[in-house]
T-cell receptor, first 109, second 112 residues
C-alpha cells in the first residue's frame, strides 16, 4: 500500500530564513505533486515532478525528487509572510494516489 | 481563460439522501479528478476521468460514483449519505495525467 509521510507537520519560521519540507513515500511512483492551500481555500498546484533528479523552482520555492530514496523536498528560501499556508505533497503510482498530511507553515515577521 | 467551476458551492443534506456535484473543467482539459478533504482523513483521491473513462478510483465505497460527459464536464454522486461524508469536495482539471492540475473552489457538503 502506498504511504506518504510528510514532515514537519507544523513549521514556524522567521522571515528571511530558509527551511525544507520533506515528503517520503513507500512504493515506486511515477509522479509527485506539490500543492499549496490557504485557509478556507482550494488547492493550488505548485510543482509536478516526473523523473528522478527533477528540480523545479518558482520564486522562493524549489522542489526536487529523488526516486531512489523515495524522497521529495520543498525548499523555502528567504521566507516571506505571503508563503504562510499549508503545503501538501501527493504521490501517484498509477494504481493509487496518496497525499501527505500537510505542513502548516507560518512565517513570522 | 475561465477556471474550473464547481456547483453547488455549499450543500446541506440529510443522512440517507443522495447528492450530485458538478465540475466544469478548463476548456481543452480532458482529465478531471475528484478529491475529498476532511479534518480527520485529510485529502483523499476519489477518482479520475479522462475522455469519459474512469481511469482510477481511490479507496471509497461504491456509494461514491462519477461520470464524465463528452464535453469533459464531470459529475460525482454520493448515494445513501452518511455523516462522515461531510467534507470539502474538490475537482481538478488538467490536460492529462502528470500535467499541472487546476482546482475548482470546491463544494462544501454537510450531512446532518
Amino acid at each position: 500500500e502506498l504511504k506518504v509521510e510528510q514532515n514537519p507537520l507544523f513549521l514556524s519560521m522567521q522571515e528571511g530564513k530558509n527551511y525544507t519540507i520533506y515528503c517520503n513515500y513507500s512504493t515506486t511512483s511515477d509522479r509527485l505533486y506539490w500543492y499549496r492551500q490557504d485557509p478556507g481555500k482550494s488547492l493550488e498546484s505548485l510543482f509536478v515532478l516526473l523523473s528522478n533528479g527533477a528540480v523545479k523552482q518558482e520564486g522562493r520555492l524549489m522542489a526536487s525528487l529523488d526516486t531512489k530514496a523515495r524522497l521529495s523536498t520543498l525548499h523555502i528560501t528567504a521566507a516571506v509572510h505571503d508563503l504562510s499556508a499549508t503545503y501538501f505533497c501527493a504521490v501517484d503510482n498509477n494504481n493509487d494516489m496518496r497525499f501527505g498530511a500537510g505542513t502548516r507553515l507560518t512565517v513570522k515577521p | 481563460k475561465a477556471g474550473v467551476t464547481q456547483t453547488p458551492r455549499y450543500l446541506i443534506k440529510t443522512r440517507g439522501q443522495q447528492v450530485t456535484l458538478s465540475c466544469s473543467p478548463i476548456s481543452g482539459h480532458r482529465s478531471v479528478s475528484w478529491y475529498q478533504q476532511t479534518p480527520g482523513q485529510g485529502l483523499q483521491f476519489l477518482f479520475e476521468y479522462f475522455s469519459e473513462t474512469q481511469r482510477n478510483k481511490g479507496n471509497f465505497p461504491g456509494r461514491f460514483s462519477g461520470r464524465q460527459f463528452s464535453n469533459s464536464r464531470s459529475e460525482m454522486n454520493v448515494s445513501t449519505l452518511e455523516l462522515g461524508d461531510s467534507a470539502l469536495y474538490l475537482c481538478a482539471s488538467s490536460l492529462a495525467r502528470g500535467y499541472e492540475q487546476y482546482f475548482g473552489p470546491g463544494t462544501r457538503l454537510t450531512v446532518t
